[in-house]
C-alpha cells in the first residue's frame, strides 16, 4: 500500500482583486520526495507555498498536508499540525538582536516547551549539523556570510524535528560554490531527517542534484510535473522556452 501524500492542492484559485493567480490548480506532493516549484517571475509559486504553509488561504479550493485541511479559522487548534513542518524563507528571516544560537533555540523554547539550557543544548546539535563551528553560535546575523546564514536558517528550520521542509529560493544570493555547498547539505539532512521538501526556485540548475520532481507553473496552474528529464520533453511554449534560456550560453564582457 503506497503512503498517504504529503501535501494535497485541490482546485486552488487564487486572486488578488481583480487579477487571477492561480485557476484549477492541482499539485500532489509525495511522501519522502523533493519538489521544486518554477516558473515565470509573478506566476505565483511563493504565493502557492505560502498557502502550503497556512500563511495565506487561496480564494477557493482546498489544502491538505499530513492528512489535514488546512483551515485558518482552526489557526490556534492546528498549532501542533504546524510544528509539523520548517521553513526556511529567502532572505534566511534572522532576528537582527540574536545571535546564532539564540536563532536556532528560540523555536525549542517557543514551541519545543524546552528548558534555557536544553533548548540551547539541542541548537548547539543543530549548528553542528548544518557545519557551523561552536564559536560561530555567539556571532550577530550581521556577521554573517550569506552562506551562513542560509545553515543558520535551516538550523532553525530544522530545529523542531519536522516532517516537511519549505524552502523560498535556497540558492538565492549565493555564489556558485556557496550554492554548490548547501545544495549538498541539504541532501545531507534530507537523509538525516528523513524528511519531504518542496522548494521554490529561480535557479533549477543549482538545485537539480537533490530534486526528486519538478513542477511547472504557467497559465495560472501547474502544466507539468515529472523528474527534470520528463519535465523537459513536455510540449508546452513556456517550458520549452525556459529550458532553452537556461541552456543559452551568455556572453562575456567583450559580447562574444
Known amino acids: 500500500m503506497s503512503a498517504p501524500a504529503a501535501i494535497v492542492l485541490n482546485d486552488i484559485e487564487t486572486r488578488f482583486g481583480e487579477r487571477v493567480i492561480h485557476q484549477h490548480l492541482n499539485l500532489t506532493v509525495q511522501q519522502g520526495e523533493v519538489l521544486a516549484l518554477v516558473g515565470a517571475s509573478g506566476c505565483g509559486k511563493t504565493t502557492l507555498l505560502r498557502h502550503m504553509i497556512g500563511l495565506s488561504r487561496p480564494s477557493a479550493g482546498t489544502v491538505e498536508v499530513l492528512g489535514c485541511r488546512l483551515d485558518p479559522e482552526r489557526f ?39 528548558r534555557v539550557s536544553d533548548a540551547l543544548i539541542l541548537a548547539r546539535c543543530k549548528l553542528a549539523q548544518v557545519g557551523l563551528a561552536r564559536h560561530d553560535a555567539d556571532k550577530l546575523p550581521a556577521q554573517l556570510s550569506g552562506g551562513m546564514v542560509k545553515r543558520v536558517a535551516l538550523a532553525r528550520a530544522l530545529a523542531l524535528e519536522p516532517e516537511l521542509l519549505f524552502l523560498d529560493e535556497p540558492t538565492a544570493g549565493l555564489d556558485p560554490l556557496g550554492a554548490q555547498a548547501f545544495v549538498a547539505l541539504l541532501a545531507d539532512m534530507r537523509k538525516l531527517h528523513d524528511l519531504t521538501a ?59
Not at 501542533?80 to 525549542?108: D, H, I, K, M, Y
Open 76 to 114: 490556534i487548534a492546528q498549532r501542533p499540525l504546524r510544528q509539523r513542518w520548517g521553513v526556511l524563507f529567502q532572505a534566511g528571516a534572522l532576528f537582527s538582536a540574536l545571535t546564532v544560537l539564540e536563532n536556532v533555540a528560540l523555536p525549542l523554547l517557543e514551541r519545543g516547551g524546552l
Open 198 to 256: 518542496v522548494m521554490v526556485t529561480h535557479e533549477l540548475d543549482r538545485v537539480a542534484p537533490v530534486l526528486d520532481r519538478v513542477a511547472v507553473l504557467a497559465d495560472q496552474r501547474v502544466v507539468a510535473v515529472g523528474s527534470l528529464a520528463q519535465v523537459r520533453q513536455v510540449d508546452h511554449p513556456f517550458i520549452q522556452a525556459y529550458f532553452a534560456a537556461e541552456v543559452t550560453p551568455t556572453k562575456d564582457e567583450h559580447g562574444k
